[in-house]
């Protein structure tokens, strides 16, 4: 049973250009989390998905950040115009229910703007 | 005040020595409670979650004090191989949607010196 799988592992992007982060959640779950993380900081929650639909989102800056998670393939962030604050490690992680909080998270992506 | 507050550290001590981390949150109707480990530049995992009674896994022992809103981590005989981040981790009722919020503290970064 394969893990949560995020992809690409490193992604660079000059300034302007559009980053996309795909996450494939463990097989059976239906809930994806998408979190940032600074270095040297904490983990910062950016938004929370089911299946076809956007639970919460409050964490997400409302421009050019927007995420979905089709009823095919895998959850994916888009941050547009890309910026060098964007540059972070970005986590996903998947559950398989709503009240199971136990999350299991994905390598991740290190994206660096450039 | 921060939902989950943690101190950031870095705890440095020596092998075999016993170490505790506190984590305070501030939702007093908050329902589950976690502790994860993260590796420098890796993902978080679950480490242990946490119980009212207590729990056990090892060396390693959590506590939950409802009444002053904290949770704990004990390592007892810490090794080279406990250095790590360690995360606590609060889930609450969203004020919208009714979902169960997870919500992650700083973490507290442990070294342990040979």
């Known amino acids: 049973n394969a893990g949560v799988m995020q992809n690409p592992r490193h992604l660079v992007r000059r300034r302007g250009q559009e980053a996309r982060l795909r996450c494939s959640p463990m097989k059976g779950h239906s809930h994806v989390y998408w979190y940032r993380q600074l270095p040297e900081e904490g983990l910062k929650f950016m938004v929370y998905l089911q299946k076809e639909n956007i639970i919460d989102e409050s964490g997400m800056p409302k421009e050019r950040f927007s995420a979905e998670f089709p009823k095919e393939g895998p959850s994916i962030l888009r941050i547009q115009q890309v910026v060098r604050g964007d540059s972070a490690a970005y986590f996903c992680?998947?559950?398989?229910?709503?009240?199971?909080?136990?999350?299991?998270f994905g390598s991740g992506t290190q994206l660096s703007v450039l | 005040r921060k939902e989950v507050e943690q101190d950031p550290g870095p705890f440095n001590v020596p092998e075999g020595a016993t170490v505790a981390f506190n984590c305070t949150y501030s939702?007093?109707?908050?329902?589950?409670f976690f502790w994860y480990r993260q590796d420098c530049r890796k993902e978080p995992k679950l480490l242990m979650s946490v119980y009212s009674s207590g729990n056990e896994d090892g060396r390693f022992t959590a506590q939950l004090n409802r009444a002053s809103q904290y949770i704990s981590l004990l390592i007892r005989d810490s090794k080279l191989s406990d250095s790590a981040t360690y995360l606590c981790v609060v889930t609450s009722r969203a004020n919208s949607g009714g979902y169960q919020k997870v919500t992650f503290g700083i973490g507290t970064k442990l070294q342990v010196i040979p």
């Open positions: 992680a998947s559950s398989p229910r709503q009240g199971n909080e136990k999350l299991f």
């Open positions: 939702n007093s109707a908050s329902q589950s």
